[in-house]
């Protein structure tokens, strides 16, 4: 399968609710690769058991059928590799590094997670980063991480990606790589109404994330603003 863009997203529900607007503008085809698909192993998280679930293969089972239902509602693929739903430090993804040799052309948009916010989320970036340099593929998009990116104040607003670069995941990339911020989307009317059905998809999640971040889902709100940075050579 070729597609014109291809979305890594660390966990199930990371693209969707980050950049479901910047896929629905997108001419495809499309797909969202979670890179930590698999189960999440024997015992439970904490975050697990707040979100319902009693096994670890209920787990994986549902979030895999969640996810489905999300892509659906976008029109994009659906891809999730074996990597299991764990901490990521100090292991390789190879499937991850495998599916983007085997699947980006130069024509190929990759957009990989900033990675505010979440530990796993900036290893998958670094590791999406190597494998894309190792391939010689085109620079790809940074989409910032929601809900976490809109805990600064300035989230929504022109000045938000400034706000965002004293993050140690932004500043670190912006040591090693030119960034630039090349996206801001502000969703209304019927695209809004889409992202919201599709971050719907991920019932398990919806409470445990409110929980958290109070009225993520609200709107006017932070969801219904997106960013996305292009990294130069």
């Known amino acids: 399968m070729s597609w014109r863009t291809i979305v890594v997203s660390p966990h199930f529900d990371d693209a969707v609710l980050s950049v479901a607007g910047l896929l629905a503008r997108d001419e495809g085809p499309a797909v ?33 059928a969640e996810d489905a239902r999300a892509c659906e509602i976008l029109g994009v693929d659906q891809v999730a590799l074996a990597h299991p ?34 530990a796993d989320h900036e290893a998958v970036r670094d590791q999406a980063l190597d494998a894309l340099r190792k391939i010689g593929a085109r620079p790809p ?7 976490y990116a809109a805990a600064v104040r300035e989230w929504g607003t022109a000045s938000a990606d400034q706000a965002l670069a004293g993050k140690p995941p932004v500043r670190a990339l912006a040591e090693r790589r030119r960034i630039r911020p090349e ?41 219904q603003h997106e960013l996305v940075w292009a990294v130069e050579d």
């Not at 292991?91 to 990759?110: I, M, N, Q, S, Y």
């Not at 998009?141 to 809900?147: Q, S």
């Not at 502000?186 to 971040?213: F, H, M, N």
Request: net charge negative; aromatic share 8%.
């Open 183 to 223: 996206l801001r989307i502000r969703l209304e009317g019927d695209e809004w109404t889409a992202k919201r059905r599709a971050v719907l998809a991920y019932a398990s999640q919806i409470a445990p994330l409110a929980c958290d971040y109070g009225e993520f889902l609200a709107m006017p709100g932070p969801l």
């Open 32 to 64: 969202i690769v979670t890179a930590l698909g698999g189960a999440p192993g024997e015992e439970l998280s904490a975050w697990d058991r707040l979100c319902g679930f009693a096994s670890a293969e209920e787990t994986a089972r549902e979030r895999r």
């Open 141 to 147: 998009w940074v989409y910032a991480d929601l809900p």
């Open 85 to 118: 739903d764990a901490p990521v430090a100090g292991l390789r993804l190879r499937e991850l590094e495998g599916f983007l040799a085997g699947h980006v052309t130069p024509e190929t948009r990759v957009l990989i997670p900033m990675g505010i916010g979440n």
